[in-house]
């Protein structure tokens, strides 16, 4: 896909893949509902997680499952809150995806509600003969929402790939080109035409995949233009009103920020905290050279100041050792979660900005697993969900309290008829032909006796 001589080629060759399958597909529906629930079957959970609940306001959000295994989007009043919820505590459905389907016809991708829990907007695509399209843009469907939770629609944006809301009844969307690449980035007003709605942001390159999200304290929006080994970001005020100017014969300056140009070989991920920038990025430091770099570089966090965000004001906020290397950052107001790999094997840092101090996890099955931090969107939360993964364990989640360190709850999925007691899973080294340190995880039931040839 990098290469422009290939796409027409290979763009003819995917569409006819896609018709092929949905032919082949075609009628099918309820096979693959069987054969999905026969999987689910075929997995004994010992303990389900409860979804994470998201405090914003004077509410609390949260997902559930439905009777038939439908995702339902549902909030409820914090007791206590205000007097236009005062009474009303219980649970409040915003959105029930199988509800969606009937009523209005459509597949749920992802839901977002407005700061000020007035809005509700969903990304969806359109059934067709009872199977979901398989256009890669959605429709946005937009909402109002009551205090007691009753939505009624109010506009349906056509043609959309991923949205954010704004401030001040607005939202900003990306669009796709001819060749199914999100292009563009827009801002709507919630009640105008779509016609009417502003450019932010326009890729030229055809290289470049544009994003558009938000810093997790809600200060900035952040356009991100990347490729498959470089990003370029720009941010903007949340704040920052881009109607202001219709309508006066001005086009007034752009609001967007570079933070760092593109540079083959360079990635770079950022959000906002207490008046600076946290950034993961795998640039060297102290080079200034805008050639591409060839071999990957290891990831370091550095951070910069609210008024300065651009590269050259990058200094360093966490470092790792030589034999470490850093693999997912997840900021919370008090504390930034690190995950790393430590000659090969997880670990999970937790750095308090309060203290100044890092402290490690502790972790399931001896570290002989994988680690998957779950995303929260509660940026003031105290603890924080580890899934892992091991070859007795499909799924565990952890939910440690990031002051004390202490597990706070933890949930299991093993399969079906194995006892993850009888397994012995360890780590041992084994020298490759080369003449390098290989390290391998070895999993046997505890009966079977090894021999140093095994």
Not at 196 to 219: G, H, L, Q, W
Not at 289 to 306: D, G, H, I
Not at 329 to 356: C, H, T, W
Request: hydrophobic share 30%; proline share 6%; charged share 25%.
């Amino acid at each position: 896909m990098q290469l422009p001589e290939y796409e027409p080629a290979l763009r003819k060759y995917l569409e006819e893949e896609n018709k092929y399958a949905r032919q082949m597909m075609r009628g099918t529906a309820k096979l693959q509902r069987q054969i999905a629930k026969e999987l689910r079957q075929a997995t004994e959970v010992d303990q389900v997680p409860p979804p994470i609940e998201t405090r914003s306001g004077d509410f609390i959000y949260y997902t559930r499952q439905s009777d038939s295994g439908c995702v339902v989007y549902c909030r409820r009043p914090v007791q206590n809150a205000s007097a236009a919820v005062s009474g009303h505590c219980k649970e409040q459905v915003l959105m029930d995806s199988d509800k969606l389907a009937k009523k209005f016809g459509y597949e749920l991708r992802n839901l977002l509600v407005s700061d000020d829990h007035k809005t509700v907007a969903c990304l969806a695509t359109k059934h067709d003969d009872g199977n979901s399209s398989h256009s890669e843009s959605s429709s946005l469907l937009v909402f109002s929402l009551s205090g007691n939770g009753e939505i009624s629609l109010l506009e349906v944006l056509e043609d959309v790939f991923n949205f954010v809301f704004g401030l001040k009844d607005t939202l900003f969307y990306t669009v796709l080109d001819s060749k199914l690449r999100a292009h563009k980035v827009l801002g709507h007003r919630i009640g105008c035409p779509q016609s009417e709605d502003v450019s932010v942001y326009a890729e030229s390159n055809d290289e470049c995949f544009v994003d558009i999200t938000r810093t997790k304290d809600k200060k900035f929006h952040i356009v991100n233009s990347s490729t498959l080994d470089s990003s370029e970001l720009q941010i903007f005020p949340s704040s920052h009103d881009f109607w202001q100017m219709r309508g006066t014969g001005k086009s007034g300056n752009s609001p967007l920020h570079l933070i760092r140009p593109r540079q083959r070989g360079i990635e770079y991920f950022i959000d906002h905290h207490d008046g600076e920038f946290i950034v993961l990025t795998n640039s060297p430091t102290n080079d200034n050279s805008t050639a591409p770099v060839l071999q990957p570089l290891p990831f370091r966090l550095v951070r910069s100041p609210t008024a300065r965000p651009s590269s050259q004001n990058w200094t360093e906020l966490f470092n790792v050792a030589d034999n470490e290397r850093i693999d997912d950052v997840e900021i919370f107001q008090k504390y930034i979660v690190v995950s790393i790999k430590r000659q090969g094997r997880p670990a999970v840092l937790v750095y308090n900005r309060i203290l100044d101090s890092r402290s490690e996890l502790s972790l399931p099955y001896d570290g002989n697993c994988t680690v998957r931090p779950t995303p929260s969107p509660q940026f003031d939360a105290s603890t924080v969900r580890i899934c892992f993964s091991s070859p007795v364990h499909l799924d565990s989640v952890v939910e440690y309290n990031m002051s004390t360190l202490a597990k706070c709850n933890s949930w299991t999925t093993t399969p079906l008829h194995m006892i993850p007691s009888e397994y012995m899973v360890r780590r041992v080294t084994v020298s490759s032909s080369g003449g390098q340190d290989v390290p391998m995880t070895l999993i046997h039931h505890e009966s079977t006796l090894l021999s140093q040839k095994s």
